[in-house]
C-alpha cells in the first residue's frame, strides 16, 4: 500500500503562486508515478499533471501549461507542483495520486489505485 500526504495550498489572490507537496510513503512507493488531479465544486475530477517515477517525463492538462510546473525529489519520495499565475479557474480541492504509469493521467477511463485525502485551493478575485 502507498500513502499520500498532501501539504500547502490555501488562498490565494488571481495572478498569484502557491506551491503544493505530496509525500509519500509505503511498499514501492518510488516506484510510482505521481501525480494531481483537482475537482471543483458541481464538476468532475479532473487530470492536472504528473511526474514518471523517475522524473524523466512529465504530463500536463492543456489549461495549465506554461503556469503549472511538476517536479520530484526521488530521494524524499515527494512531489511538488508550483502554481504560479493562477485563475479563479483554478479554484478547486487538490488530489495527489500515485500509479504505476503515466497513462493514469492521460486516460480519463482508468484511475490511479492510490489517492491522497486532498487539499483545497481557492483562487479570489
Known amino acids: 500500500q502507498v500513502q499520500l500526504v498532501e501539504s500547502g495550498g490555501g488562498l490565494e489572490q488571481v495572478g498569484g503562486s502557491l506551491r503544493l507537496s505530496c509525500a509519500a510513503s509505503?511498499?514501492?512507493?518510488?516506484?510510482?508515478?505521481m501525480g494531481w488531479f483537482r475537482q471543483a465544486p458541481g464538476k468532475e475530477r479532473e487530470s492536472v499533471c504528473a511526474?514518471?517515477?523517475?522524473?524523466?517525463?512529465?504530463y500536463y492538462v492543456d489549461s495549465v501549461k506554461g503556469r503549472f510546473t511538476i517536479s520530484r525529489d526521488v530521494t524524499k519520495n515527494t512531489v511538488y507542483l508550483q502554481m504560479n499565475s493562477l485563475k479563479l479557474e483554478d479554484t478547486a480541492v487538490y488530489y495527489c495520486a500515485a500509479a504505476p504509469v503515466l497513462r493514469y493521467w492521460v486516460d480519463s477511463d482508468v484511475r490511479p489505485p492510490h489517492w491522497g485525502q486532498g487539499i483545497q485551493v481557492t483562487v479570489s478575485s
Open positions: 509505503g511498499q514501492s512507493a518510488s516506484d510510482y508515478a
Open positions: 511526474i514518471s517515477f523517475r522524473g524523466g517525463a512529465t
